[in-house]
DNA sequence: GACCTAAACGATAGTGATTATCATTACCGA
DNA sequence: TCGGTAATGATAATCACTATCGTTTAGGTC
């Protein structure tokens, strides 16, 4: 059995994500973390964040061109990414039903779905009315 | 209107995209580009395919961990990382259809769907019946 | 066909996120 | 309390990708 151990800095990058509801990047995750544990290092919150997406307790949401975010597993869900603002957020989908369709129509096993949507937030949408999107090229 | 001049790069990074099946990597774009047209560089490889990606004419698949991956738009369907070999598969799926059903639950605008599928390939499958896959741990 | 202008290119340096390395620290079972 | 070792902190390295910039060339005009 592989040993374990309990860490301060593995329940303080625990609880930073399950806590977040802003879908935080590693480095943000780092900067929260350097307030309660300023020796804490950017390696040390890298490998915690692995070893917690590799145990099932959050998920790493990778995004083209930025960042990866991290998001707590508490319930089935896709992510939108604002085309706008870059922001990350949530999208309430059976994503499961989604991989369960997906996997008895194909020849391969399918074991996890991650689900992105490019979208338009609101704070964006509402900027945009204003604005003139539609008249560019 | 914007100036888009033809040039033979662009010719020939779009026929490599477009006919190659096996989900090609910008570096594996420029190599194939290369013994065609030695004089190609990696910079105007990835300019070229996210002039395409942005056109519609390709898509990006990016993988978490790896380099992006590109392919034709003819249909539509999502894609299957396998996480054994890391190949990457397509799988048949109406991502309209997901896209249509999350966006009418959902208090943003969804203009675009990824869907990517964890799994394991068919030829990685085979390989796991005679190995230990499930002893490990 | 020669000329012109700017879009596109090639070469290469730079960037930013993430990973590897390694000496040091500190869990935790004995 | 002690010892083995997993985990950490600091930092160097990597890797995919992007920016820069001087040069080339597509493609319209004369």
Redesign the interface.
């Known amino acids: 059995m592989?040993e374990k151990r309990n860490t301060v800095q593995k329940e303080l990058v625990r609880k930073l994500v399950l806590s977040s509801k802003a879908h935080p990047t590693a480095e943000s995750i780092y900067a929260s973390a350097r307030s309660e544990l300023p020796s804490i290092s950017l390696g040390t919150v890298y490998r915690i964040l692995h070893a917690l997406a590799e145990a099932g307790e959050i998920v790493?949401v990778?995004?083209?061109g930025a960042p990866?975010r991290f998001d707590s597993t508490n319930c089935s869900h896709?992510h939108?990414v604002?085309?706008k603002c870059g922001g990350v957020?949530d999208?309430?989908?059976d994503v499961d039903a989604?991989?369960k369709?997906?996997?008895s129509?194909?020849?391969?096993?399918?074991?996890?779905?991650?689900?992105?949507?490019?979208?338009?937030?609101?704070k964006c949408?509402e900027s945009e009315i204003c604005g003139s999107e539609s008249a560019v090229?």
Do not use: Q
């Open positions: 592989k790493e990778p995004v083209s990866s896709a939108m604002c085309e957020f999208v309430p989908l989604v991989l369709a997906a996997g129509d194909c020849a391969y096993r399918l074991d996890s779905a991650h689900i992105t949507f490019g979208g338009v937030c609101d949408a090229n």
